[in-house]
């Protein structure tokens, strides 16, 4: 772990600067410790840089990173921003191109069952960059751009810069287009069902200041701030832990609806409810029925601002199907006791109440029926548009409900112009289903496509041998494809399973620029505070090299290296703050003495209330659903006639699940939670992971009472296994989670004892080897990774040792 320095008031600066108004700059005595010239790393001294995990100084001596401590824009400042330093020094780092030998050899010829087990070959960068030119060139002539697929999670750094998401589309896009994907591992079927049920994006929440305020109760179903506000696709100010401290020292009442009595129900003291995992939308369909049975529904709201309750109505009593969705009914199905439930429906219509929704559920099978039926809720309640009240999909993550600052738009570095005629993107945990199945036909979202022949893929800042599901059948489907290139900067699995190899700079040795927050409260500076290790480079510098090898160098860069564009766009961004009539310093100015701007919040960026100005008008400011108005049936995804997505939030047995299918054979539900201390994959090998680890594996949390059945104890080593594969894990056992569910994080390093076979034992505790690669639904297609069940037992073996996190020589 690295040095920490010590911290001064954060927060009162924090505070101090804010109250200065627009555009304002934190004192240089603050922020100026030791800089370079502009674009250089430092020798000594101390360099702002930003991360996904906060902003920090980072301190230099002898050119080498040594230690961190936050900055004073934090003001929750997390344990994962102390271990970069170290992290950035793994001994995994990826030092040089490498290409895998049978592939050097024989190109597309090549065994592609020796991925994940074969021999990797230093080249050198003008070798690398002249192969990957010649197979870009060859997949466009010989099976066109519709065979190439353009992979990045976006998730290697929040700056605005070396998107390396950016930087690849760029690329593709100039050299004629390539296949792409829709939606997020994260977001899957949330992002596709409620535009149908609210008529736009469910990102634009209330803000915590009117939330804190005015709510009389905040239901929490299964939602956890406390451990996704640790984390942000920007760079965070961890505002939302703050909120949370807030929303505490208020000594309002909260509910958590979770297998898991979580983090957020230990720091808030909430009530706790623990239904079977998967069952979520049975549980709040017998509130429902409660609500409705004893008149507790609001009927002027859903009569002024919905349609379609009519028919939801037939569908609880059971007027629609002769089966009435009574909290008895929903109690068989959820494990939750039947009073409970209609205890919880009067409390939440008794009170003020602000039902917030993680997006566990909706990574479920049917996950598209969760928010639906949370946001039903929600109206059945009458409280959407009231301040403190409503249905909420955001406040979990990243710290949203931070009120928006009044901020200027940085570009960024842009992708291009996507050529037409090319294959529809594909939804992105279907991705490997079709590489593993071209011309094979699929429904998405009301239209059936054919999958695409996928030749080549060129995936950067991602790891998708952690974040994909069912892994054996992963490997399988992954052999598919003629060429796969990788950017890297570790061996994760996803490079261990490539043919080329890249080896790609951290976001500490290069210059760029971030965000700050979600929801937009400033910029911060990310300096470079070392030079690139071993021979890794940019992102930037890659794909600027092979584009002169393809002939469009000049259209990639412009003509700007990399200080040229953090100038144009950050000029581009004081265009924007002249429109909207705030004063920025200039470039100069920003980069050499600054480092940091934050911008004022208004009163009424602090009171915003989702839906506020629709409840107040419907018809001046409807929303954009074919009606107007909200829609709790909807006619349109009745139309596509799906078996597995009908016109209403409806309850469907999942292909598995406590006391329904599987469970006789698999009696224990796997939570797949994200993890504390990482942000998915990221920062797995870093020093941090031994705070948490349990004999070097991915530890998982049982039940006492499911621990002494299987004679498992506190540390003891496990196998966790059903159909699709096994795992090692630690044993925690701890009565924070409910009988016949483990969590087991999702995140672990793929590490099989036998590298490159389906059906090898991960050593280190994958949970996606457990999981099933299969669509929410037909309407939406996301992932399923909270559907699983498994057994688990006491390892009996010698334990093998762990070997992801060395390197590949």
Request: glycine share 10%; with cysteine; proline share 6%.
């Amino acid at each position: 772990m690295s040095q920490h320095f010590t911290l001064t008031s954060r927060r009162s600066v924090l505070k101090g600067i804010t109250a200065l108004g627009a555009g304002t700059l934190l004192a240089p005595s603050l922020l100026r410790p030791a800089l370079a010239a502009a674009g250089d790393a430092v020798m000594d001294g101390e360099i702002v840089n930003g991360s996904h995990f906060g902003i920090g100084y980072f301190k230099v001596e002898g050119g080498r990173i040594v230690g961190v401590r936050p900055h004073e824009a934090d003001l929750h400042p997390v344990e994962m921003l102390d271990t970069l330093p170290d992290w950035v020094y793994s001994p995994d780092r990826i030092k040089y191109p490498m290409v895998r030998k049978s592939f050097l050899e024989k190109g597309v010829d090549s065994d592609r069952t020796e991925r994940g087990k074969g021999e990797f070959v230093r080249v050198s960068w003008d070798e690398a960059l002249d192969l990957i030119a010649s197979e870009l060139k060859r997949v466009k002539q010989t099976h066109g751009n519709g065979s190439i697929y353009g992979g990045s999670y976006g998730w290697q750094t929040p700056g605005l810069l070396h998107n390396c998401q950016n930087n690849m589309y760029r690329l593709l896009n100039l050299h004629g287009g390539y296949v792409d994907d829709v939606n997020t591992y994260s977001t899957g079927a949330i992002r596709v069902i409620l535009p149908y049920v609210i008529g736009g994006s469910f990102y634009d929440g209330s803000a915590w200041p009117g939330i804190i305020e005015n709510t009389e109760l905040i239901v929490f179903w299964g939602s956890n701030p406390a451990i996704c506000d640790r984390i942000g696709f920007n760079v965070p100010n961890h505002a939302g832990l703050q909120y949370l401290d807030e929303f505490k020292a208020s000594g309002k009442p909260s509910i958590v609806v979770d297998p898991i009595r979580n983090q957020t129900a230990e720091l808030l003291g909430s009530d706790w409810i623990a239904p079977r995992q998967g069952t979520d939308v049975a549980m709040m369909i017998g509130v429902a029925h409660t609500l409705l049975d004893e008149g507790l529904h609001d009927e002027a709201f859903l009569a002024d601002y919905c349609v379609g309750f009519d028919e939801f109505a037939a569908y609880l009593t059971g007027e629609a199907d002769g089966t009435p969705k009574t909290a008895d009914w929903a109690a068989e199905i959820c494990g939750v006791d039947a009073e409970r439930i209609r205890e919880l429906a009067r409390e939440m219509a008794s009170k003020r109440t602000l039902i917030t929704m993680g997006w566990s559920i909706q990574r479920q099978h049917h996950g598209e029926q969760g928010p639906w039926m949370a946001f039903t809720l929600g109206c059945m309640l009458g409280h959407i548009g009231l301040p403190g009240g409503g249905a909420d999909f955001t406040l979990h993550y990243s710290n949203y409900g931070t009120p928006k600052g009044t901020a200027p738009v940085f570009p960024g570095f842009s992708a291009g112009v996507a050529p037409e005629g090319l294959p529809a993107a594909i939804p992105c945990s279907r991705v490997p289903w079709v590489m593993g199945n071209p011309g094979a036909e699929y429904d998405y979202n009301g239209t059936r496509y054919t999958a695409p022949d996928l030749r080549l893929v060129y995936w950067v800042g991602g790891n998708p041998m952690h974040h994909h599901q069912e892994r054996n059948q992963h490997i399988k489907f992954w052999q598919n494809p003629e060429t796969i290139i990788v950017h890297e900067l570790f061996w994760t699995p996803t490079a261990r399973f490539a043919d080329i190899v890249l080896p790609i700079a951290t976001n500490f040795e290069k210059n760029d620029m971030s965000v700050i927050s979600e929801q937009n409260v400033g910029l911060a500076a990310m300096k470079k505070a070392i030079d690139p290790l071993f021979e890794s480079r940019s992102d930037y510098a890659v794909f600027s090299e092979i584009a002169r090898r393809l002939g469009f160098e000049q259209e990639y860069t412009e003509g700007r290296d990399e200080m040229a564009w953090l100038r144009h766009i950050y000029e581009e961004g004081l265009k924007d703050a002249e429109a909207k009539g705030l004063e920025l310093p200039d470039f100069d100015t920003f980069w050499n003495e600054e480092s940091v701007l934050t911008y004022s919040v208004t009163e009424e960026a602090k009171n915003y209330v989702q839906y506020a100005a629709f409840r107040e008008d419907p018809l001046l400011n409807p929303v954009a659903t074919p009606s107007g108005l909200f829609e709790i049936n909807s006619r349109q995804i009745g139309g596509y006639n799906y078996e597995d997505c009908p016109s209403h939030p409806t309850w469907m047995e999942p292909f598995e699940r406590l006391g329904g299918a599987m469970s006789d054979k698999y009696p224990l539900h796997v939570n797949t939670q994200h993890p504390m201390y990482r942000l998915h994959s990221q920062l797995d090998n870093a020093e941090l992971r031994h705070v948490y680890e349990v004999k070097g594996r991915e530890p998982v949390l049982i039940n006492p009472e499911d621990a002494a059945e299987r004679g498992i104890s506190d540390g003891d080593l496990v196998r966790i296994y059903n159909d699709r594969g096994q795992v090692l894990a630690g044993a925690v056992v701890s009565d924070t989670i409910s009988r016949s569910h483990i969590k087991l994080s999702e995140g672990g390093w793929y590490d099989p004892q036998e590298p490159g076979v389906p059906g090898a034992l991960c050593k280190h505790g994958d949970v996606n080897v457990l999981t099933r690669d299969v669509g929410t639904s037909s309407l939406a297609q996301g992932n399923c990774g909270h559907t699983a069940l498994a057994e688990i037992e006491k390892y009996q073996g010698e334990a093998p040792d762990i070997t992801i996190f060395q390197a590949i020589a």
